[in-house]
C-alpha cells in the first residue's frame, strides 16, 4: 500500500513539474515513479519515529534560551569595532548515536546563530561543528554534550526502546 502512495506523489509531483495533466503526463509519470523506486527503493524504517512531550519541551526551553544567547553575541561582535572572532571547528563523537539523534542536533546547530553543522559520519558517529565564537572549546564540548541529552530525550535512543510485538 506504502508503495502505490509513493508512486502516486511522484506522479503529482512529475506532474507539476509539467503544469498538465495529459495522458502522456500521467503514464510518463507512472513510468518514471516505477524506475526511481526500482532504483532506490524505500530503506525499512527502523525507528517507531516516537517523540516524547516532555524530552521536547525541554528540548524547546534550552534551543530558545541558546538562540537567545547565541542572537545577542553574533550581533555584539558585529556590531562591535574590534574584531574578536575566533572561528574554529570542533569534532565531537557522539555517545549515543541514532540517525534520528544526529539529523536533530545537525538541524538545531544550523539554526543557532554562530555554530553550523559542517559535516556528520556515521562510522563513528561524529559532528564537526563550526563555531564563529569558539573561546572555551571544553564550554562548546558541554553544550553539544547538553544538546545530545536532550535530542536522545526527545526522539530516543535504539537501544533503549522496547522491543516491539
Request: no cysteine; charged share 20%.
Amino acid at each position: 500500500m506504502r508503495a502505490g502512495w509513493r508512486v502516486t506523489g511522484l506522479v503529482l509531483l512529475w506532474l507539476l513539474a509539467w503544469g498538465e495533466a495529459s495522458v502522456a503526463n500521467v503514464v510518463s509519470g507512472v513510468v518514471v515513479a516505477g524506475a526511481l523506486l526500482v532504483a532506490f527503493p524505500p530503506r525499512a524504517r527502523r525507528s517507531t519515529g516516537r517523540v516524547r512531550l516532555l524530552g521536547a519541551l525541554w528540548l524547546l526551553l534550552y534551543v530558545g534560551g541558546q538562540l537567545v544567547t547565541s542572537n545577542y553575541l553574533v550581533a555584539r561582535e558585529i556590531l562591535s569595532r574590534r574584531n574578536t572572532v575566533r572561528a574554529g571547528v570542533l569534532a565531537y563523537e557522539l555517545r549515543r548515536p541514532s540517525d534520528e539523534v544526529v539529523t536533530l542536533m545537525a538541524n538545531v546547530m544550523a539554526l543557532t546563530p554562530g555554530t553550523m553543522t559542517v559535516e556528520a559520519t556515521s562510522d563513528p558517529a561524529v559532528l564537526y561543528v563550526h563555531f564563529l565564537l569558539l573561546d572555551d572549546v571544553e564550554k562548546a564540548r558541554r553544550a553539544i554534550a547538553r544538546l545530545e541529552e536532550l535530542a536522545v530525550a526527545t526522539v530516543g535512543h535504539p537501544a533503549s526502546e522496547e522491543p516491539q510485538p
